[in-house]
């Protein structure tokens, strides 16, 4: 089992930046990849970013030269550093984990989720 806690949501005015953290305990040692997704109200789930355990990263088009997903394995923590955001990136944005090899996924976590609401 994995634990994922989020944290560093909050109200910001567009073209602002955000910094959300994602702290992982419990089976760490057995996640292949964790990433960022976010919900809008009446969209569905999207992927926002990923990291693997080779550290290769990967981003939705959208977010692409904006936002920097990175971890501390030392603190088990993954982040996702959000810049010039603009009003279309409000969201809740859920942590997620996945855990296993790239062949096959043995369980898959979600956080419960941080709001990030971008507004002048």
């Known amino acids: 089992q994995v634990q994922l806690v989020e944290s560093g949501g909050g109200l910001v005015q567009p073209g602002g930046s955000l910094r959300l953290s994602c702290a992982a305990s419990?089976?760490?040692?057995?996640?292949?990849?964790m990433g960022w997704y976010r919900q809008a109200p009446g969209k569905q789930r999207e992927l926002v970013a990923h990291i693997i355990s080779s550290g290769s990263t990967n981003y939705a088009g959208s977010v692409k030269g904006r936002f920097t997903i990175s971890r501390d394995n030392a603190k088990n923590t993954v982040y996702l550093q959000m810049n010039s955001l603009k009003p279309e990136d409000t969201a809740v944005y859920y942590c997620?984990?996945?855990?296993?090899?790239?062949?096959?996924?043995?369980?898959?976590?979600w956080g419960q989720g941080t709001q990030v609401t971008v507004s002048s």
């Open positions: 997620n984990a996945v855990t296993g090899t790239v062949d096959v996924a043995t369980g898959i976590y």
């Open positions: 419990g089976s760490i040692f057995s996640i292949y990849v």
